[in-house]
């Protein structure tokens, strides 16, 4: 079918040498090798499976918040962001930060909407067979995450690629997948890895290839301020993995 063949939304407007332009600092820690296209590190990141069953659980039962949670905790988020603006000197109670707790509690909770949100509500209807044995490749999905540490965005892009085998998803899904992991507090590794086990578990493809290009406001605005670091991850899974001719396919296709 056309529309699985090797799929480029975007045109790339980063060039080749924003991968390789890659810095780390103290906050990744020393252990953590960030750029690593020839797998996940298992050391840092923790377990990495290929085994569907043993991961299965992390994305069937991951719903933590209702609408209802939402409506229910906003007073006390409300009333910590006060306690924060008192701790930082300010006064609450002038005209401008009026509002502001609340503002910023239903920020939060936007930023965090991920934990209100299931992959398998995302996969359901969407998922379809294919006798397709091309690698589709969605890049530039735009990704927007707080860090966990510093609470703090991350903002970046993220690319995926996967080799079918005889199932595929809509291509738009790739996306959600993206928006459901990102939009919770993460740690750059954990959400790339996430989005590469959720591809695997649903569609079994040969393979499944994720990079993740990111700016970590923590880094940019303290620390060591470098504006222009640019933090890369990848996972790479079954014949990504083990295909150095596969995995090099990808990553072409990806800074084309
Ligand atoms: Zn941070």
């Known amino acids: 079918m056309e529309r699985s063949k090797q799929k480029q939304l975007k045109p790339s407007e980063?060039?080749?040498?924003?991968s390789n332009d890659t810095s780390?600092?103290?906050?990744?820690?020393?252990t953590v090798k960030v750029q690593n296209m020839s797998g996940v590190?298992?050391?840092s990141t923790g377990e990495v499976?290929?085994?569907?069953?043993s991961v299965m659980e992390s994305w069937r039962e991951e719903r933590t918040r209702?609408?209802?949670d939402n409506e229910m905790s906003l007073p006390s988020i409300a009333?910590?962001?006060?306690?924060i603006l008192r701790g930082l000197g300010e006064d609450p109670q002038r005209q401008g930060l009026i509002k502001t707790p609340w503002r910023a509690a239903t920020a939060m909770q936007f930023f965090t909407k991920g934990y209100q949100e299931k992959i398998i509500d995302v996969l359901n209807d969407a998922i379809f067979d294919e006798d397709h044995d091309e690698m589709v490749i969605v890049k530039d999905i735009d990704m927007f995450s707080m860090c966990e540490h510093h609470?703090?965005?991350i903002f970046g892009r993220v690319h995926i690629g996967y080799l079918p085998n005889k199932r595929v998803l809509g291509l738009s899904k790739l996306a959600r997948i993206v928006e459901i992991y990102s939009r919770r507090l993460q740690v750059q590794e954990r959400l790339t890895k996430q989005i590469a086990v959720a591809i695997t578990e649903a569609l079994q493809p040969a393979g499944v290839g994720v990079v993740v290009e990111a700016t970590h406001m923590c880094m940019v605005m303290r620390g060591v301020q470098k504006m222009n670091s640019k933090t890369v991850t990848s996972t790479m899974l079954g014949v990504f993995r083990e295909d150095p001719k596969t995995r090099d396919e990808f990553l072409t296709l990806i800074r084309s």
Not at 79 to 83: E, H, L, N, S
Request: proline share 6%; aromatic share 6%.
């Open 14 to 18: 980063s060039d080749a040498s924003a």
């Open 24 to 30: 780390l600092n103290g906050h990744f820690g020393q």
């Open 41 to 43: 590190s298992k050391g």
């Open 49 to 53: 499976s290929t085994q569907p069953s």
């Open 66 to 68: 209702s609408i209802e």
């Open 79 to 83: 009333a910590a962001y006060t306690t």
């Open 151 to 153: 609470l703090v965005p």
